[in-house]
């Protein structure tokens, strides 16, 4: 248990540095809160950086959520505690403690912990995203409907103490993409 208190702080710590406002800072740009859609996140910081600036957000949030389930992995933390870790991790992106807790929608720190925990179930996510992509055009209904998807694979494949923090990871996905919805509705 103690194990699992110290990865779920440290994979909360971690998630809670942004790598969007990290990269803005380091690039000259101005906050991403205050820019574009106002997302500290990849997709916002390709609008208003660029291809490249994106690039370099998304892998560090990936592995914001990749490292501390690995490390937890490596140390031989249960897959249920791996699953608590990844969302910890999730759950700093989405409040950091570091940015006054205004974070980003959480996507790709949470693909990152996914891939950790069990390739597959990122592998899962990353193709229902794509495939979401292709046939919707929106990065917004992508992540949504890919996060619905890797929940139902996870909640057919695993037990309750590994899916629980994944359906809380969708919940929470799902909220933080509100804003969007009402705007595809419009």
């Known amino acids: ?6 990865f779920s702080l440290v994979a909360y710590l971690l998630g809670s540095l942004s790598s969007a ?17 106002g997302n500290p996140g990849a997709s916002n910081i390709l609008r208003i950086g660029g291809k490249k600036l994106a690039g370099i957000v998304l892998l ?16 031989g933390l249960p897959l249920a ?3 608590w870790v990844a969302f910890f991790a999730f759950i700093g992106h989405l409040y950091p403690v570091f ?6 929608k959480g996507v790709a720190t949470a693909l990152g912990g996914l891939l950790a925990l069990a390739w597959p179930v990122g ?4 193709l229902s995203w794509g495939l979401a992509l292709f046939l919707f055009r929106y990065i917004s209904i992508a992540s949504m409907l890919a996060a619905v998807v890797t929940f139902f694979y996870v909640f057919y ?3 309750f103490p590994v899916y ?6 969708t919940v929470l996905l799902i909220a933080r993409h509100f804003s969007n919805i009402q705007r595809l509705f419009q």
């Open 60 to 75: 560090g949030d990936l592995l914001k959520g990749w490292i501390p389930v690995m490390l937890a992995k490596l140390v």
């Open 81 to 83: 505690s791996l699953a």
């Open 157 to 159: 494949v695993y037990s």
């Open 1 to 6: 248990m103690l194990l699992l208190f110290i």
């Open 21 to 37: 406002i990290i990269v803005s800072q380091c690039a000259g740009l101005a906050d991403p809160r205050t820019q574009g859609s």
């Open 99 to 104: 940015f006054s807790f205004r974070g980003g």
């Open 164 to 169: 629980l923090p994944i359906f809380l990871m």
């Open 123 to 126: 592998l899962i996510g990353v």
